[in-house]
Every structure is written in C-alpha cells, then in structure tokens.
C-alpha cells in the first residue's frame, strides 16, 4: 500500500454532521464508528459521538474525524487546514463553492502570485481550507 496523508479532524458533538456533509460535496463511501461500538465510552453522554469516522471518495480525497470527548481540549481550526490540490478547474472551483457555503471566504478562488488560481476559506464547521488549481495559463495580453 502506497503511504498518503490523510487528514484527522475534531469535533464537539458534531462530527457525524461534519462527515455527512463532507459526503454530500465529495461522494464516496463514508463509515462511522461511535464510542459505544467499541465500548470505549468513559461518559454514558457520550455513547453515541463519534470515535472515528473515515470519507474515501472516489477520486481518492479520503480524510477522518472524530468528536472529542469532554475530558479533553478542543480548539476549533487551530492546529490544521485541509488542502485540495490539483489541475482540474471546474471540480476544484466545485469543491470550493459548496464547502464555503455558510463559511468565511478570506481569499476568493482566484490568480495568485505564483501563477495557479488558490483560495482559503473556513466551513461552516470551522474547519480552515486551501485550494489550489495549478497549471492555470493565461494568454499575454497584447
């Protein structure tokens, strides 16, 4: 098996809605597995929350979350931002669209300093996104 990255997100008793609307923008195939599955809940409340959940796409994007329990910190978007990469423009501009739905855009898709178009944002979950379509061209102006 080839090694990859695979992203792992946190949440607070919203992963499951994380996921599945992760899902909903990428496809694929999304498991969830909760604390009470694996009898690993230290807290009764906490049952039914999310101890590790996996989306694998079908273009390969694959990425995995969890809730945090409470007797842990959690910090929203502190630690990490999710970065989508790669050439194809209109699904890339796609995936930015529909994930900065309901979020913060701070820096629209567009022609950066380097030649791709890139953009950042935060989701509606507060989870930080980058996306970059390189092998943008542009024609001289004459």
């Given at each position: 098996m080839q090694t990859r990255l695979n992203p792992y997100l946190s949440f607070k008793n919203n992963a499951r809605d994380a996921m599945e609307f992760y899902k909903s923008v990428f496809g694929g195939?999304?498991?969830?597995?909760?604390?009470?599955?694996?009898?690993?809940?230290?807290?009764?409340?906490?049952?039914?929350?999310?101890?590790?959940?996996?989306?694998?796409?079908?273009?390969?994007?694959?990425?995995?979350?969890?809730?945090?329990?409470?007797?842990?910190?959690?910090?929203?978007?502190?630690?990490?931002?999710?970065?989508?990469?790669?050439?194809?423009?209109?699904e890339l501009r796609g995936y930015f669209d529909r994930l900065a739905a309901g979020g913060s855009v701070s820096m629209p898709l567009e022609k950066a300093p380097w030649g791709d178009m890139f953009g950042m944002f935060t989701d509606k979950f507060g989870v930080s996104w980058l996306v970059n379509v390189s092998g943008q061209t542009t024609s001289p102006t004459p």
């Open positions: 195939k999304l498991t969830v597995s909760t604390f009470k599955d694996f009898n690993a809940s230290q807290d009764p409340s906490e049952d039914n929350q999310v101890m590790h959940s996996m989306l694998e796409a079908e273009n390969g994007i694959t990425f995995m979350a969890a809730d945090t329990p409470t007797r842990l910190e959690y910090k929203p978007g502190t630690n990490f931002s999710m970065s989508i990469s790669g050439d194809n423009e209109a």
